[in-house]
């Protein structure tokens, strides 16, 4: 991608790198004070592949060049240094904000709930892995081994639903 009519004078390397961030604020700076540039991704060369079964090629297959015209190079340069120089942007995840709670914040007496039986068996690893799979659809359960034998409880609203999880698993086959 590029700017304006295109850049007068030889390009220059202005910045290369793999912060998405700090290139799209480039650009859009670049663009707001009217310096014309040359945007593309970085290992986009088009060139021929050779015929060497391991090429070894020290540029990067991945990430962001842009170049700007010898006679707007200083210019280019201050816009970079105060780029710089800012605190990186906050790029963090933000926590699920939806107003119902997960799995993790419902109340105990959700899980305490969970009496109904949905599936029980000698194998404590399938137990535990069902309990995690009926979690991961939002239904609170609990596995009680008692001997050798393991139990999954769910709260009775969610009986017919778990049933229906628990045995796509256990038979792997879709919904009916």
Not at 77 to 97: G, R, S
């Amino acid at each position: 991608m590029s700017s304006g009519p295109g850049p007068q004078g030889s390009l220059i390397m202005l910045w290369a790198g793999e912060d998405p961030a700090l290139h799209s604020s480039l650009i859009e700076k670049l663009q707001s004070a009217g310096i014309p540039f040359i945007d593309k991704s970085a290992g986009d060369d088009r060139t021929v592949p050779s015929a060497d079964i391991i090429p070894i090629d020290w540029k990067a297959r991945f990430g962001f060049e842009v170049a700007v015209p010898s006679s707007s190079l200083a210019a280019g340069e201050e816009i970079l240094e105060k780029l710089l120089d800012e605190e990186p942007a906050d790029m963090e995840i933000a926590a699920n904000e939806s107003s119902e709670p997960t799995i993790a914040e419902q109340e105990p007496s959700k899980v305490g709930a969970a009496t109904c039986v949905v599936w029980s068996g000698s194998d404590e690893a399938r137990a535990r892995f069902l309990v995690e799979a009926l979690k991961e659809n939002e239904i609170p359960a609990r596995a009680v081994t008692h001997a050798r034998e393991a139990t999954v409880y769910v709260p009775p609203e969610e009986e017919t639903l778990a049933r229906e999880i628990i045995r796509e698993i256990v038979e792997g086959a879709p919904p009916a």
